[in-house]
């Protein structure tokens, strides 16, 4: 699972900087590679904690439901690396424990709260993206590109906002790391089963190698 969300989901922190050249694409993949190590070693555990027990409630997840959370994500996350859709690993695994949940334990045991605001950030990511993306860029055109053309800074304004993206890549990698480490071990956690720091290092070579 970690392996196959982690070669899906890099896409979405280093795929613009590759695209604007900001940076080849072997360098973006190593330094992406980096910051998600980071973020899923130091940073997800919080998340952790929801997927592992914000769902369905501590105790009711089996090893069987866990396996089954995991192999049919993982095998849908392989599907679209194949077809190079790019998707959200995250919500994935979710929709997988959500399902699941409803056919082991019924939807009256599983926390509705929990599945209710996912469903809603779902909803609300896309379009506070889509606003702050059109806004944000319409502003500093207005506000920087439009004045700074006239000087003939538009070289050193592209370079400047090259190492911006890079910068922003690279923070976007280390969210990206604290959510994928939860995404792919959180259900082992929640089984009782198996559980501390070496889950969570095996999790984050898992994303490393499938970057």
Not at 75 to 96: E, R
């Amino acid at each position: 699972m970690a392996f196959n969300i982690a070669a899906n989901d890099i896409g979405n922190s280093v795929g613009t900087a590759v695209g604007s050249g900001s940076l080849r694409m072997k360098k973006a993949l190593l330094l992406g590679g980096f910051f998600v190590l980071v973020g899923a070693l130091f940073l997800g555990g919080s998340v952790i904690k929801t997927i592992s027990e914000g769902i369905i409630p501590q105790g009711l997840l089996s090893p069987r439901t866990a396996l089954v959370i995991t192999l049919t994500s993982s095998i849908w996350i392989t599907f679209t690396i194949i077809k190079k859709i790019p998707i959200s690993g995250s919500d994935a695994i979710v929709s997988s424990v959500i399902g699941a949940g409803i056919a082991s334990i019924g939807i009256q045991n599983m926390r509705t709260d929990v599945v209710g605001f996912i469903v809603l950030s779902w909803i609300m990511s896309p379009v506070a993206g889509f606003l702050t993306g059109f806004v944000i860029y319409r502003s500093i055109r207005r506000v920087l590109i439009k004045p700074l053309q006239g000087m003939g800074m538009r070289d050193r304004l592209e370079k400047v906002f090259s190492y911006l993206q890079i910068l922003s890549s690279s923070f976007s990698a280390l969210n990206l790391g604290a959510v994928d480490i939860a995404v792919a071990t959180g259900v082992i956690f929640a089984t009782g089963y198996a559980g501390g720091y070496w889950i969570r290092i095996l999790g984050a070579l898992g994303l490393a190698s499938g970057i």
